[in-house]
């Protein structure tokens, strides 16, 4: 039987960083509890599911992609009554929640690795990759060798990001039973999805030398989540992304995953991670069309984002995040939004979060780029190591949620948070966008509450027009019964013409004529067509 997958199209996804978001016992690290108090925040924007990070119990060497027990919470954010109060409020309110599914790796604290690492004879041993000596010259994602001695045994094991975040070896039949066991565990409790961390790692070919991709991938996550009570449940993998791995992992008949996040536009602008190279809004825009197409051609979902806790703001790398700031973010959220597709918002986005600077290594906390300082420390000079940090840290969109204007920002009653706040935050933050004639948030309140209303913003096909035009994006969204046109300006003013006529329904400027004419640098405009 055909699935469809046609519901999907209906989720905006409010994606929190737990740490960050909201303090609720003056720890100075956001928390459940903190979450809970927001839900009616989260509705407002108009989204109806939330993805939340890592809220597992774990050491924090990776803010919790290092899981020590997948069944519990970690004490930092409250306890599993707060999870299971959370789970029902948002419920109630008629929002999903959708948790991180870490399987590649746990903590090195995990107590099947220290059974593993204790002796070769030891039945865990096998749920890990171990060798006598290193196979290959893999290195850690976060800088050094990605294996590491353990002295119990005399071998190596596998680390594919931290020393602390050992590989888990998918090969073993037990290990899969373990894993099908937690996605139960959490759905049992009533969870609506699953986004499923660096899923393409999970089967790897030594020989091969492939870490990633290995030739039982599409077999495992089948295996896991193509079970039948699963039906229902939402997934999205983060995975490598070409046309052929969406094909095989989203593909209608394939039982594997209902999405995959495709990021290959949020690589423009950017050589590697840290280095800023020249680009324009034309070329993410060009990526997106691809995708655009490819999926619709394929009747696959295609994930909308520009940001998530992974990356530095895309407002302060692609467009101009400072007197053009509230034209910038609105202009982004409606280009990008308003395809087809599902959009995921990351916290903060909604009010223009923008890169912050630090001068000092001790304000940064994420174990990636104090890896690639520990890497380059003497090679680069210092200075321009911290702008590339600055630049390129991961720490940017993980800085916490400034609700407000005061000292702490209403984000904690703590003296400090668990990571000092954007550089920005006095100017940026959620009362003062609420109460500026030119709110973000406000506009992303329009835009969700028009895309709730048009089926056509959710369902309709979708067509680019003026192809050729540089500067701007254009397309159309349509249904048998609606025609919606975006037109969005980017980074220079220009006259753009020869576009059909039609009601004005949303704009980020004080648009006075119709869809032709001179349009501002990152001014925006949707048309209803006749
Ligand atoms: C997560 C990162 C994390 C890594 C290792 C990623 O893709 O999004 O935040 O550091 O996986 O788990």
């Keep these: 039987m055909k699935k469809s997958f046609s519901d999907c199209y209906d989720l905006v996804v409010y994606q929190i960083y737990p740490r960050s978001f909201k303090d609720s016992n003056a720890d100075g690290v956001g928390d459940l509890c903190g979450i809970i108090s927001k839900l009616d925040y989260i509705k407002s924007l108009g989204a109806n599911a939330i993805w939340l990070c890592p809220i597992f119990k774990s050491p924090q060497c990776d803010n919790g992609y290092d899981i020590s027990d997948y069944r519990d919470i970690d004490p930092l954010y409250g306890t599993m009554d707060d999870f299971d109060r959370l789970l029902a409020a948002a419920h109630e309110k008629g929002i999903k929640i959708i948790m991180d599914f870490v399987a590649n790796h746990t903590s090195s604290e995990h107590e099947w690795f220290r059974e593993a690492r204790s002796s070769k004879e030891n039945p865990y041993h096998g749920y890990y990759y171990w060798a006598d000596r290193p196979l290959n010259d893999w290195r850690s994602e976060f800088g050094g060798s990605a294996w590491e001695y353990n002295e119990a045994t005399g071998e190596y094991y596998l680390h594919s990001f931290a020393v602390g975040q050992p590989d888990v070896n998918w090969t073993n039949p037990k290990v899969r039973e373990e894993y099908k066991a937690i996605v139960d565990f959490w759905v049992n409790k009533g969870v609506d999805g699953f986004r499923c961390d660096v899923l393409d790692h999970i089967s790897k070919d030594f020989k091969k030398g492939l870490r990633r991709n290995g030739p039982h991938l599409h077999e495992y996550i089948r295996e896991v989540f193509g079970r039948d009570h699963l039906e229902n449940i939402y997934t999205v993998g983060e995975a490598e992304t070409t046309t052929e791995s969406i094909l095989a992992t989203c593909g209608q008949d394939r039982k594997e995953l209902k999405s995959v996040f495709q990021f290959s536009h949020l690589a423009v602008g950017r050589r590697g991670k840290y280095t800023p190279v020249p680009h324009r809004m034309d070329e993410v825009k060009k990526i997106l069309v691809r995708w655009q197409r490819f999926t619709q051609k394929h009747d696959l979902l295609y994930i909308l984002l520009t940001d998530n806790h992974d990356r530095p703001w895309f407002l302060s790398r692609m467009a101009n995040d400072r007197e053009l700031r509230y034209e910038s973010a609105t202009n982004i959220a409606a280009a990008v939004f308003l395809l087809k597709g ?46 590339r940090i600055n630049f390129g840290s991961r720490d940017n969109s ?55 209303e048009r089926e056509a913003l959710r369902r309709g096909s979708f067509r680019q027009l003026k192809r050729f035009k540089r500067n701007c994006f254009v397309y159309v969204r349509e249904n048998e019964k609606e025609k919606i046109l975006v037109v969005c300006n980017f980074e220079k003013a220009q006259k753009i013409s020869g576009l059909p006529e039609g009601k004005l329904l949303l704009s980020n400027a004080r648009r006075q004529s119709g869809a032709n004419g001179e349009y501002a640098a990152f001014e925006c405009a949707v048309y209803e067509l006749e």
């Excluded at 600077?357 to 000079?381: M, Q, R, T, W």
């Design 342 to 387: 599902i959009p995921f918002v990351y916290e903060g986005q909604e009010i223009g979060c923008a890169n912050s600077h630090y001068s000092d290594l001790a304000s940064f906390n994420d174990v990636e780029c104090l890896g690639y300082y520990k890497e380059n420390e003497g090679k680069i000079p210092e200075s321009e190591l911290l702008e």
């Design 398 to 452: 993980r800085r916490p949620f400034a609700w407000d204007e005061t000292e702490s920002h209403g984000f904690t009653e703590a003296k400090e948070p668990w990571l000092p706040y954007a550089t920005r935050s006095k100017e940026i933050n959620l009362s003062s966008d609420e109460k500026s004639e030119k709110s973000i948030s406000r506009f992303y309140r329009a835009l969700f509450a028009l895309r709730g």
